[in-house]
Each structure stands twice: as structure tokens, then as C-alpha cells.
């Protein structure tokens, strides 16, 4: 494989940052914002809309303080999350995230946005060591939708490479004609989604130094769908499909299903790069914090949060340096 030439020696020096010395990314995520709003809301058994920003951060910085000794890197975001930010380990790295939560739904095609108050200039100032951005994807969507998305990720990926800093790149597919994505009709669709995300994104015009992507199968129809072993040719072909180095989200899965998903990913021989985990670690934690406060769930991450994520280090030790994907060794890398 003929080595990356677009990895400057800034890019460099924060991916390593990001990783261990054997060039994996053990990253937690702690960027959720409307998805904890409403899970918090409901275990205080109120609505979303009276879940503080206080509270938002008070969270975070719970998760962060515990958990960021543990990992090689942590993901937050602007809106709720800098507090938690000037709280993580200093062998921890930061990521931050640029986009709104969620997608616009005033019109078809899951269009994303950015902050307003955002740009890359004022995540590198915050001290992050990369920029995540999100985008929903699916190449069965109308092309000029698809079109306005490339031109989307590519302005983020120019606006990363002028300030030489990292781009972490999170693309997720869904169904374009508003199935149920946990349906075994979207089960089957999923495989081909994934490996043609992993395909598109990895070309230089984007700019990703980073995939954060989803595993190609859906858990729970294995055997109806696809049998395991058609899945773990899918784990394989997506990975054959990315020219980029990547990472498995884990899709709010809990934390056994992402385990087995992580070792059928090393069954397949997938050149995965790591992890960037969230809730698969810590959601079982709402409902200590909504119903007993901070100290509890600084108490439960030291237990059974800690276990979590763990476990998902422990599992990930079939994963492959990032630089290889680059052509790179780790002498080059140094």
C-alpha cells in the first residue's frame, strides 16, 4: 500500500495523541446531547424541556472524570460539555464535536448543521486534539441530497486541513423511506449502506483522517438476515471497502451486544482502529444520576461503568494501528 502523503506532521502529532503506543483509539463518547436530554427527562419522569443545562454538564463532567484515565481519548461537545472538557485525564486526549444534535426535519434528506457559535479555529483553541463531525448517509438517497452532503463534509474537511488538525468523520446510514431501522427489512439493506459509506468517505476530497462508522450488521437479526457467517464477510468487506483508518461506534447498544459485535469484527479479520464508545459504557447510569444525584453516578461509573468500558478495551485487542491503513509502520510514525 503506498503511503498516505496528506498526514502532516500536526495531524500526526494529535492522532498519536488520540492513541495508544500501539496506535489504537480507545475513545469514550460524551457528545450525546438530545438523546440524554430526553433520557434523563424521562428517568426524573419530567419532560426534556426541564433537564438544566447545569444538569447536561454535571453529567458529563461525572463521565469524564471518571472514565478519561481509562481511555486514550474522550469526545465531548461545545454546547454542554466544556466544563467536562477542562476536567479530563491529561493521558486522555480530546475530541470535540461540530455539528448540531441531530438533523434538520423540516425538510426530506436528514440535512445536518454546525453549531453557530463553532469553527474549527475555536475547537483547537478549547484544547481538542480533533474535530467529529455527523452525518446521516445513505447512497439510496436522492442524488442532489447526497450531492449537497459531499459538499456538506467536504468544507469541514478543508476548514480541518488549513488549521492541521485532525477530522473524525461519523456517517450513519438509515433508510431514506422512513422504515424502522431495527426492522429485519433494514437489517438486510444495512451491509451495503455501510461498505458504500466506508468506500465514499475514504476519498481525499473529504478530508476524513478519521471513519467513526457502524458495524455492518444489525445484532439481532443474525441468523435471520444474513447467518453469521455472510456477517462476518460483511465486517471483512467493509473494511476491505475503507482506505481510511476507522473506528466502530457503538449505536446505543449495550454493552454485551457491542462486545460480541467487536469480537465478530476480529473473527473477520476486519482492520479496525478502535473504538469510540458511549453509551454501551455508561446509559445504564441515567437513572442513578436523574433519581440520586452526581456522587451516585460518579460511584456506579467506578463500578460498573469502569467494568464497561474495560471490557470494551479488553475486546478490542484484535484491532489494527491506524497507521496501517496509511501504508505507514509505526519506525514512520514514530
Not at 433537564?51 to 461525572?62: D, H, N, P, Q, S
Not at 488549513?162 to 431501522?181: C, K, T
Amino acid at each position: 500500500m503506498k503511503a498516505d502523503m496528506s498526514l502532516t506532521s500536526g495531524k500526526l502529532r494529535h492522532l498519536k495523541a488520540l492513541s495508544n503506543a500501539e496506535g489504537i483509539i480507545a475513545a469514550v463518547a460524551m457528545d450525546q446531547r438530545g438523546s440524554l436530554l430526553k433520557s434523563i427527562g424521562a428517568a426524573r419522569g419530567v419532560d426534556k424541556s426541564s433537564v438544566t443545562a447545569a444538569m447536561m454538564g454535571e453529567f458529563k463532567t461525572a463521565v469524564t472524570k471518571v472514565l478519561s484515565p481509562h481511555g486514550t481519548a474522550i469526545l465531548l461537545d461545545p454546547e454542554y460539555g466544556l466544563t467536562a472538557a477542562a476536567a479530563h485525564a491529561p493521558n486522555c486526549g480530546l475530541i470535540l464535536a461540530y455539528e448540531l444534535s441531530g438533523y434538520d426535519n423540516t425538510q426530506p434528506g436528514r440535512m445536518p448543521d454546525l453549531i453557530p457559535n463553532v469553527s474549527v479555529r475555536r475547537i483547537q483553541e478549547w484544547g481538542a486534539s480533533a474535530v467529529k463531525l455527523l452525518v446521516y448517509y445513505t447512497p439510496m438517497e436522492d442524488a442532489a441530497v447526497n450531492d449537497r452532503k459531499h459538499a456538506f463534509v467536504e468544507r469541514v474537511g478543508a476548514e480541518c486541513a488549513a488549521l492541521d488538525i485532525p477530522f473524525f468523520l461519523e456517517v450513519v446510514g438509515y433508510d431514506p423511506a422512513g422504515g424502522d431501522e431495527k426492522s429485519l427489512a433494514y437489517a438486510r439493506l444495512k451491509p451495503r449502506i455501510v461498505i458504500d459509506i466506508m468506500s465514499e468517505f475514504s476519498k481525499p476530497r473529504f478530508g476524513a483522517d478519521v471513519l467513526k462508522v457502524e458495524v455492518p450488521v444489525l445484532s439481532p437479526w443474525i441468523g435471520a438476515a444474513y447467518s453469521r457467517q455472510e456477517a462476518l464477510n460483511f465486517f471483512k468487506e467493509a473494511s476491505d471497502a475503507a482506505s481510511k483508518p476507522f473506528i466502530y461506534l457503538s449505536a446505543g447498544v449495550n454493552n454485551d451486544v457491542f462486545l460480541d459485535q467487536l469480537s465478530m469484527a476480529g473473527e473477520s479479520g476486519a482492520a479496525y482502529s478502535g473504538v469510540l464508545c458511549g453509551r454501551a459504557t455508561w446509559k445504564e447510569g441515567i437513572p442513578v444520576y436523574a433519581q440520586q444525584g452526581a456522587t451516585s453516578l460518579e460511584q456506579w461509573l467506578a463500578g460498573e461503568g469502569l467494568r464497561n468500558l474495560r471490557r470494551v478495551n479488553n475486546a478490542i485487542k484484535t484491532a489494527h494501528p491506524w497507521w496501517e491503513k496509511l501504508g505507514l509502520t509505526a519506525a514512520e510514525v514514530g
